[in-house]
């Protein structure tokens, strides 16, 4: 019997008053009763339904009684409910600090038969469509989350672009995840791991045992093969999603959701970048790529006083990043980008370079348009760097690859971006649902607007 995780938002007082509370897909439980009558068990509970129903109601110390309803009427405990199996017991639950034992928002599992949910798969040649998995059900150490945002990464397009053969149709796809905790696996322990916290996820897991797992790189594990969510695990594009414990990352309550999943991977990049680079506020920096992690590099770099030249082959992305606060802007195809940097720098050019791009072209001007003693980051996928050792060395270059970020960065970034007021959810030019994935993934493919997220 799968386990299914559905919510309710109630803002509850300290008394319930009788009132219709939302439930989960079809299904109703309109509530009726008075507090004291349900308790002088002589309530009355119409049901309006059309498969299961979970409800929360308030009892009178910051108690609250979890009713499931299915096709049978029964009375237990002097409550007439239609429910199915056994009506669960009154639940304990953390209580408000001002003692009232208001719950803004509280999910519990729930079972029944047959539960599954839609989530995105990528089945080669760019063809999307939404498939049918059970929801999945936390083993030890692991949780489950609700997802409430699911970013676009660019990285996604190498493998929805891929030809069928070359693909894997049977997992969900999404590595940018960001929810709320719904359901913990037994015997499972953690900051974290707790009902109701919102959290991202750093989108790996290794051993969990060995040194680069215990820094924070499980992405780096040297003792098993590294699992991805979104990739070889089930990722986030679906309504739930099953991870292990250790990969939770707190969201800040000043964050929205969608900030949550930018930070999971492309704000997150651009920031592992910059710790590895030692971004300081002194800096001339110039960004390859005025994409998602482009943007987010513009915006944490910008945060840190630095100066900022954007380049990119669109003008409506640099457009974009002047709005995001560059200083300057490039356009590769408008003449020389070593001439066009020299005269925007007077001839010192960037300190720091960070590639975004992925192209060849924009890995090969870096080396052109740093500074002495500069340093290149490159994190852009899908290119070759092709190094002309005299190049490198004569101007005394640091060149730094940049894979994501350790988990205490996704942390660091995300303290960033609150500390400093970012507006991360500016970086977001489309919002979209789980059933428009196939129009989504298109439009993204074309590479021609900002970052999107499903916002579930």
Same mark, same amino acid.
């Given at each position: 019997?799968? &386990?299914?995780?559905?919510?309710?938002?109630?803002?509850?007082?300290?008394?319930?008053?009788?009132?219709?509370?939302?439930?989960?897909?079809?299904?109703?439980? *309109?509530?009726?009763?008075?507090?004291?009558?349900?308790?002088?068990?002589?309530?009355?509970?119409?049901?309006?339904?059309?498969?299961?129903?979970?409800?929360? $109601?308030?009892?009178?110390?910051?108690?609250?009684?979890?009713?499931?309803?299915?096709?049978?009427? *029964?009375? #237990?405990?002097?409550?007439?409910?239609?429910?199915?199996?056994?009506?669960?017991?009154?639940?304990?639950?953390?209580?408000?600090?001002?003692?009232?034992?208001?719950?803004?928002?509280?999910?519990?599992?729930?079972?029944?038969?047959? %539960?599954?949910?839609?989530?995105?798969?990528?089945?080669?040649?760019?063809?999307?469509?939404?498939?049918?998995?059970?929801?999945?059900?936390?083993?030890?150490?692991? &949780?489950?989350?609700?997802?409430?945002? /699911?970013?676009?990464?660019? /990285?996604?397009?190498?493998?929805?672009?891929?030809?069928?053969?070359?693909?894997?149709?049977?997992?969900?796809?999404?590595?940018?995840?960001?929810?709320?905790?719904?359901?913990?696996?037994?015997?499972?322990?953690?900051?974290?791991?707790?009902?109701?916290?919102?959290?991202? &996820?750093?989108?790996?897991?290794? $051993?969990?045992? $060995?040194?680069?797992?215990?820094?924070?790189?499980?992405? +780096?594990?040297?003792?098993?093969?590294?699992? &991805?969510?979104?990739?070889?695990?089930?990722?986030?594009?679906?309504?739930? +999603?099953? =991870?292990? %414990?250790?990969?939770?990352?707190?969201?800040?309550?000043?964050?929205?959701?969608?900030?949550?999943?930018?930070?999971?991977?492309?704000?997150?990049?651009?920031?592992?970048?910059?710790?590895?680079?030692?971004?300081?506020?002194?800096?001339?920096?110039?960004?390859?790529?005025?994409?998602?992690?482009?943007?987010?590099?513009?915006? @944490?770099?910008?945060?840190?006083?630095?100066? =900022?030249?954007?380049? #990119?082959?669109?003008?409506?992305?640099?457009?974009?990043?002047?709005?995001?606060?560059?200083?300057?802007?490039?356009?590769?195809?408008?003449?020389?980008?070593? #001439?066009?940097?020299?005269?925007?720098?007077?001839?010192?050019?960037?300190? +720091?370079?960070?590639?975004?791009?992925?192209?060849?072209?924009? %890995?090969?001007?870096? @080396?052109?348009?740093?500074?002495?003693?500069?340093?290149?980051?490159?994190?852009?996928?899908?290119?070759?760097?092709?190094? @002309?050792?005299?190049?490198?060395?004569?101007?005394?270059?640091?060149?730094?690859?940049?894979?994501?970020?350790?988990? *205490?960065?996704?942390?660091?970034?995300?303290?960033?971006?609150?500390?400093?007021?970012?507006?991360?959810?500016? @970086?977001?030019?489309?919002?979209?649902?789980?059933?428009? %994935?196939?129009?989504?993934?298109?439009?993204?493919?074309?590479?021609?607007?900002?970052?999107? =997220?499903?916002?579930?």
């Amino acid at each position: 019997m799968p &386990v299914a995780y559905r919510r309710s938002f109630l803002s509850v007082r300290s008394q319930l008053h009788p009132q219709t509370m939302p439930i989960w897909g079809r299904t109703f439980l *309109q509530v009726t009763a008075a507090y004291t009558r349900v308790f002088a068990k002589d309530a009355a509970l119409p049901l309006d339904f059309a498969g299961i129903a979970l409800l929360f $109601c308030q009892g009178p110390h910051g108690r609250y009684l979890r009713v499931r309803a299915s096709l049978k009427r *029964q009375r #237990d405990n002097g409550i007439n409910a239609i429910y199915g199996g056994t009506i669960p017991r009154v639940a304990h639950l953390p209580r408000a600090e001002d003692g009232r034992g208001t719950l803004d928002e509280i999910a519990e599992p729930i079972q029944r038969w047959g %539960a599954r949910m839609h989530g995105v798969v990528f089945e080669g040649d760019s063809k999307v469509r939404l498939a049918s998995f059970p929801d999945p059900t936390p083993g030890p150490g692991e &949780v489950v989350l609700e997802i409430r945002a /699911s970013g676009m990464c660019g /990285s996604d397009l190498h493998v929805y672009r891929r030809p069928p053969n070359q693909s894997n149709p049977a997992v969900i796809r999404g590595h940018e995840p960001c929810g709320v905790v719904v359901a913990v696996g037994a015997g499972t322990t953690g900051a974290h791991a707790r009902m109701g916290a919102r959290v991202m &996820v750093h989108h790996y897991a290794g $051993c969990a045992g $060995c040194m680069q797992c215990d820094s924070g790189w499980p992405q +780096m594990c040297e003792e098993v093969p590294i699992q &991805v969510y979104g990739e070889d695990q089930h990722g986030a594009h679906a309504p739930y +999603m099953k =991870v292990r %414990a250790d990969t939770l990352v707190p969201l800040d309550d000043s964050l929205s959701f969608a900030a949550g999943a930018a930070i999971s991977c492309g704000t997150g990049t651009a920031w592992g970048a910059f710790e590895r680079m030692g971004l300081s506020g002194r800096e001339t920096v110039a960004v390859f790529g005025q994409g998602p992690v482009g943007l987010s590099a513009t915006l @944490i770099a910008k945060a840190q006083g630095a100066t =900022v030249i954007a380049l #990119d082959i669109d003008d409506d992305r640099l457009q974009v990043a002047s709005s995001f606060g560059a200083d300057f802007t490039v356009n590769p195809k408008h003449g020389d980008v070593a #001439d066009m940097v020299g005269e925007l720098t007077h001839g010192k050019f960037a300190t +720091m370079v960070l590639e975004t791009s992925g192209a060849t072209s924009a %890995a090969a001007e870096s @080396i052109r348009i740093a500074r002495n003693w500069g340093t290149i980051g490159l994190v852009g996928i899908g290119g070759e760097f092709r190094l @002309i050792l005299s190049q490198v060395l004569r101007k005394q270059l640091r060149v730094l690859p940049s894979w994501t970020m350790s988990i *205490q960065a996704q942390r660091a970034c995300s303290d960033f971006v609150v500390k400093k007021g970012i507006d991360l959810d500016r @970086i977001f030019t489309h919002r979209w649902r789980l059933d428009q %994935a196939e129009e989504a993934y298109q439009l993204f493919s074309q590479q021609s607007s900002g970052k999107g =997220v499903f916002l579930i």
